[in-house]
């Protein structure tokens, strides 16, 4: 018997079932899932795409290769305008070969830079007019991409880690959902607060059909110190907005379920925050995770990470 979420929502056994006599999906071995946040991810239509008051934001959240990449566009851009401008007034620049694009371009670079090696130098009041400007924006760039740098290195981020799944299985004779959590870093998350919500298409008694947001009731919503593991439990009981819903059903109303992890980094002493995103597909009915937490020769506990996405059917042994 193996556990696989089902690519597609075929299957239709109700979420009061007992998970242990469902019939997990077969034939799924090896399939792909994309289980990034992105995937389900918002797409505004109909509005401005960009705005330049959102450039700031832009920078701080490009990964840092397209960030290096962006600065060194600009750094040629830049310098290559300038360049143009000393080129286009012969004598701008003294001691440069006419006609020579590439010493009007390394001299630009030196002056953006405010260095100077004594052998190029402003020739014209045309190019100490040119050579201040650049010399100007030179200075705002240093100071704008220090403060950059400074930004993306100081923002508070947390690595947690999700487990690929949710499993549905019984716990303590209740239908159970459950999904892990791990702090990937080796410190301390304080007043750690986990919440979950269903999110699902609703037509009203009008007709209308609307987003709806249902706060899931967890066994256990906070913790003073996050730093290994977290198995965040939702019972599907009559209070649950699961309760007696089907694969099927939540895969018609596009649900998703959420879950957002807060609290205070012990060494940023800020706050962190860190969520995921599954869908109809990524729930494994009839399946429990296997145990990573082990005890070491020194009576600590450790978390064996090779092991976090790994389920199980139910009634099987450890």
């Not at 360049?83 to 701008?92: D, N, S």
């Amino acid at each position: 018997m193996s556990c696989f979420p089902a690519s597609t929502p075929t299957s239709t056994s109700d979420m009061t079932r007992d998970p242990s006599t469902a019939s997990p999906a077969s034939g799924n071995a090896g399939k792909k899932y994309d289980f990034s946040p992105a995937a389900a991810a918002l797409r505004i239509a109909g509005g401005p795409r960009w705005h330049w008051s959102d450039s700031y934001h832009l920078i701080l959240t490009l990964s840092w290769p397209r960030f290096f990449a962006l600065v060194g566009s600009f750094y040629l851009l830049i310098n290559l305008l300038f360049a143009c401008a000393f080129f286009a007034v012969p004598g701008a620049v003294a001691n440069a070969r006419p006609g020579s694009l590439a010493d009007a371009f390394f001299f630009s670079i030196e002056t953006l830079a405010t260095v100077g090696y004594g052998y190029m130098s402003p020739g014209s009041i045309y190019g100490h007019v040119v050579a201040s400007i650049e010399i100007l924006i030179g200075m705002l760039s240093i100071a704008i991409m220090t403060g950059l740098l400074f930004a993306r290195f100081s923002r508070p981020t947390a690595r947690v880690m999700f487990s690929n799944v949710i499993v549905i299985t019984t716990f303590n004779g209740v239908p159970t959902l459950m999904l892990r959590a791990a702090n990937e870093r080796n410190n301390l998350i304080l007043d750690a607060s986990v919440r979950a919500s269903l999110v699902k298409k609703e037509r009203t008694q009008e007709g209308e059909m609307f987003y709806r947001i249902h706060d899931l009731k967890l066994e256990r919503d906070r913790t003073s110190a996050f730093v290994l593991s977290w198995t965040v439990m939702h019972k599907i009981d009559e209070s649950s907005p699961l309760f007696g819903v089907t694969r099927d059903e939540l895969a018609a109303a596009d649900a998703r379920i959420n879950i957002a992890i807060s609290g205070l980094d012990e060494t940023l002493n800020d706050i962190v925050h860190a969520r995921r995103d599954y869908g109809p597909e990524h729930l494994a009915f009839g399946c429990r995770f296997v145990d990573i937490l082990f005890e070491q020769p020194n009576n600590l506990w450790a978390v064996d990470f090779t092991k976090f996405h790994a389920v199980k059917p139910d009634g099987v042994g450890p």
